[in-house]
C-alpha cells in the first residue's frame, strides 16, 4: 500500500495541503486556497507532472471547508492532473493542531474524545483551533474510513519544567484559568533540532541546541537532549522576540498606562500589540524584513532601529537559553528571515565569542535558503542554517501514530 500522507492547515478562510510520499520522502502535490467562504475563492496547486512540476491556479466559489477540502480531494484523483488513482491511495492524514493545552504532550489519533480536547482549548487559540476542527470534522464526512491525527504545535514544549511555565502571578491565575507557558512553533523546533542532529551525525540526546525560527511569526527554543525546555512564546504567540506585526516581550504594565491615557478597550488594545507593533510598528514602513532591510539601507533610521531591536532580542535569548541549558552545543536559524537573511544573522552572531560562537563570514553568505554549516570550523558552537518542514514532520508523525495503533 502507498504510504502518502496528506497533511492540512485549516485557517479561519484558507487550506494549506500537501499530499506527501513518504516512501521517498517527496512531495507529490501541495497548494492552497484562499478565501474560503466567498464566491472568488483562489485555488493555487503545485503537482507532480512527468519528471517534474505543474502549477494551475484557479477561482471559484468555495463556501466552506468542507468543500474546499473535496475540491482538493478531486483536484489530486483529477483525470487529466490527477496524482493518485483513488482515494484509497491516501494513507492517513495528518492535521496541524495549533493548541493540545496540557493534556496532549504528543501527536494524538483522531477520536471523538482528542476532538473534544481540541474544542476545550478553543478558549486557549480562538483563531486557530476553531478552523482545524473543522477540517477534520469535514475530512470525517468525506473520507469516514481514513486515519487521521492531531500534530499540535504546543506538543513539543510540553516539556518544559513548572519553574518554566509558571508566571510570577497569583497561582490561581495558572489553577483556575490554565495561564501558563505554552509555546507555539513546536513542529517546526523539534524538525530543525531533529534534523541538525541527523546532519552532524550526532545524537539528539548528546546535543545543546537553540532553535531560532525567525519569520512573520518568530520564536526561539532551547531542546536539551532532544527535549524543548523553554521557549520564548509563552500563554500566547505574542510573548519573546519582535516579530512581523507582535510586540513581543513588553512591560505589562505600559498595557495598563495606555489603555488608561488613550481610553482603549480591550479589544483596541490587543489589535495594536498584535497587529500594528514589532517590525512594522517600530520602522512605521512594513511588517516584511526585506523591504525593511532595503528601507534602512536607504538611510531609513526607524527601518535600521527595528532592525536592531530584533537582533538585540534574539541575541538575549540565546544568552539566556545557555545559561538556561549550562552550554550550547548548535545554533540554528530557520524560517524566512532565518534561513535567508545573512545580515540579520550576522548582527546575532557577532560579539558572541565569550559563547563560543564564531561564524564564517564566506559560508554565511553562501548559505541562503539551503541547509548549511556557517560557523567556523574551529567554532566551539555549530552554526547552521536549516529550512524548517513542518509538513514533513507533521506526515511523519501522522505515519508514526498509524503505525502504533496498527501493532497494537
Ligand atoms: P515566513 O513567515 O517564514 O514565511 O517568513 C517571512 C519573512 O521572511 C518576511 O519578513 C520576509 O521578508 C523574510 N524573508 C524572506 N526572504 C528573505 C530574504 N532573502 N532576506 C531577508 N528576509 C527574508
Redesign the pocket.
Known amino acids: 500500500m502507498k504510504k502518502n500522507i496528506l497533511i492540512l492547515n485549516c485557517g479561519s478562510s484558507s487550506v494549506k495541503y500537501e499530499l506527501m510520499d513518504m516512501d521517498n520522502s517527496g512531495i507529490v502535490a501541495s497548494g492552497f486556497i484562499e478565501r474560503v467562504g466567498m464566491e472568488d475563492a483562489v485555488i493555487h496547486h503545485h503537482y507532480r507532472c512527468g519528471d517534474g512540476y505543474s502549477d494551475i491556479k484557479t477561482s471559484k466559489s468555495i463556501p466552506r471547508h468542507r468543500e474546499a477540502i473535496e475540491f482538493i480531494m478531486n483536484l489530486l484523483m483529477d483525470d487529466e492532473i490527477g496524482v493518485i488513482e483513488d482515494i484509497k491511495d491516501i494513507y492517513g492524514i495528518g492535521h496541524r493542531v495549533v493548541h493540545g493545552g496540557e493534556k496532549h504532550i504528543e501527536s494524538a489519533y483522531i477520536t471523538g474524545e482528542v476532538k473534544q480536547d481540541i474544542k476545550d482549548c478553543i478558549d486557549l487559540a480562538p483563531l486557530h483551533n476553531p478552523h482545524n476542527l473543522t477540517g477534520i470534522e469535514a475530512c470525517e464526512k468525506l473520507i469516514p474510513d481514513h486515519h487521521q491525527v492531531a500534530v499540535f504545535d504546543t506538543a513539543f514544549h510540553q516539556t518544559i519544567p513548572r519553574h518554566t511555565y509558571i508566571y510570577a502571578l497569583p497561582y490561581e491565575a495558572y489553577s483556575k484559568y490554565g495561564i501558563r507557558k505554552y509555546g507555539f512553533h513546536g513542529t517546526s523546533h523539534q524538525y530543525v533540532a531533529s534534523r541538525a542532529a541527523e546532519m552532524l551525525g550526532k545524537p539528539l540526546e548528546k546535543l545543546k541546541i537553540i532553535s531560532c525560527h525567525l519569520?512573520?511569526?518568530a520564536s526561539a527554543c532551547a531542546v536539551k537532549e532532544g527535549k524543548s525546555i523553554d521557549t520564548s512564546m509563552g500563554f500566547t504567540p505574542l510573548s519573546g522576540l519582535v516579530m512581523?506585526t507582535r510586540c513581543g516581550d513588553i512591560d505589562p504594565a505600559v498595557l495598563l498606562y495606555l489603555m488608561n491615557k488613550e481610553a482603549f478597550s480591550a479589544h483596541e488594545m490587543s489589535v495594536i500589540i498584535n497587529r500594528h507593533s514589532g517590525l512594522f510598528g517600530i520602522s512605521g514602513v512594513s511588517?516584511?524584513?526585506?523591504?525593511i532591510?532595503e528601507q534602512a539601507k536607504e538611510g531609513h533610521d526607524r527601518s535600521q532601529l527595528a532592525i536592531d531591536i530584533f537582533a538585540y532580542r534574539i541575541k538575549k535569548y540565546i544568552g539566556s537559553y545557555a545559561a538556561a541549558m549550562n552550554g550550547l552545543d548548535v545554533l540554528v536559524f530557520t524560517?524566512?528571515?532565518g534561513e535567508?537573511?545573512v545580515e540579520?544573522r550576522d548582527m546575532v552572531c557577532s560579539e558572541m565569542e565569550y559563547l563560543g560562537i564564531d561564524l564564517d563570514r564566506k559560508r554565511n553568505e553562501k548559505y541562503?535558503g539551503t541547509e548549511g554549516i556557517i560557523s567556523a570550523a574551529d567554532s566551539k558552537v555549530t552554526v547552521m542554517t536549516l529550512p524548517t518542514d513542518e509538513e514533513f514532520m507533521i506526515a511523519r508523525e501522522t505515519l508514526r501514530i498509524i503505525g502504533e495503533l496498527k501493532n497494537v
Open positions: 519569520g512573520n511569526g512581523g511588517r516584511d524584513f526585506r523591504e532591510l524560517a524566512g528571515i535567508n537573511s540579520l541562503t
